[in-house]
């Protein structure tokens, strides 16, 4: 099974600021990648797949890059819906599809 | 656009069994896989089970093989899983996600219900 480790576990950042959040796999999953947003009380949801491609409306503010072990996640200005706790999940070796433990990005 | 509504969700003692569905509207629903995913309180995602779209393959995480089945009837868009012999560390929110593609094969969820939450405990 691989693990999916994410980092930092909690990130703070001030409104209009840039987010970087950061996810290793401890093998290679080529580019088979995805982000996930979760805001307090509310369903995950699909931010970016193929380790770069946005979802269906996703803001052009989210972008995701890297391959093979090193993947992130960026958010270039930080708007007051975007804190929330970020979800890496694996889908290159399965079952299962593994999820990194989270980034809680936060208000500072 | 796609809706997907959990319910049967509740508590149970341990080693109790529940139902879960899980209405889908909104897509051809025969044509997509879909997945369980769960999360206990306070903690991260973990996928529990998927079905092909045929309902033919269907697929556990080690955790709940052989005390979960996952199952489907496309002729009415609806999504189940039987859970029994239920233990405490069964505990948690569970999603029922619509899979982007037909077959289980390295899939990521591109749409989540709201959750139906299961609470084991004696």
């Known amino acids: 099974e691989i693990v999916m480790t994410q980092s930092p576990a909690t990130l703070s950042v001030s409104p209009g600021e840039r987010a970087t959040l950061s996810c290793r796999a401890s093998?290679?999953?080529?580019?088979?990648l995805a982000w996930y947003q979760q805001k307090p009380g509310q369903a995950p949801r699909l931010l970016i797949y193929?380790?770069?491609t946005r979802a269906t409306g996703i803001p052009v503010r989210f972008s995701g890059s890297g391959s093979g072990t090193e993947f992130t996640l960026t958010i270039s200005s930080l708007q007051s819906e975007d804190f929330a706790v970020y979800y890496c999940?694996?889908?290159?070796?399965?079952?299962?599809?593994?999820f990194g433990r989270g980034t809680k990005v936060e208000i500072k | 656009e796609v809706q997907l509504l959990e319910s049967g969700g509740g508590l149970v003692q341990p080693g109790g069994s529940l139902r879960l569905s899980c209405a889908a509207s909104?897509?051809?629903?025969?044509?997509?896989?879909m997945s369980w995913v769960r999360q206990a309180p306070g903690k991260g995602l973990e996928w529990v089970s998927g079905?092909?779209?045929?309902?033919?393959?269907?697929y556990y995480a080690d955790s709940v093989k052989g005390r979960f089945t996952v199952s489907r009837d496309n002729s009415k868009n609806t999504l189940f899983l039987q859970m029994n012999s239920l233990r405490v560390e069964d505990t948690a929110v569970y999603y029922c996600?619509?899979?982007?593609?037909?077959?289980?094969?390295?899939?990521?969820?591109?749409?989540w219900g709201q959750g139906t939450p299961v609470t084991v405990s004696s």
């Open positions: 193929g380790s770069s």
């Open positions: 079905i092909s779209g045929s309902g033919v393959s269907t």
């Open positions: 999940q694996q889908y290159n070796n399965w079952p299962p599809e593994t």
């Open positions: 093998q290679s999953v080529s580019n088979n």
């Open positions: 909104g897509f051809p629903f025969s044509s997509y896989a």
């Open positions: 996600t619509k899979v982007w593609r037909q077959q289980m094969e390295r899939v990521f969820f591109d749409y």
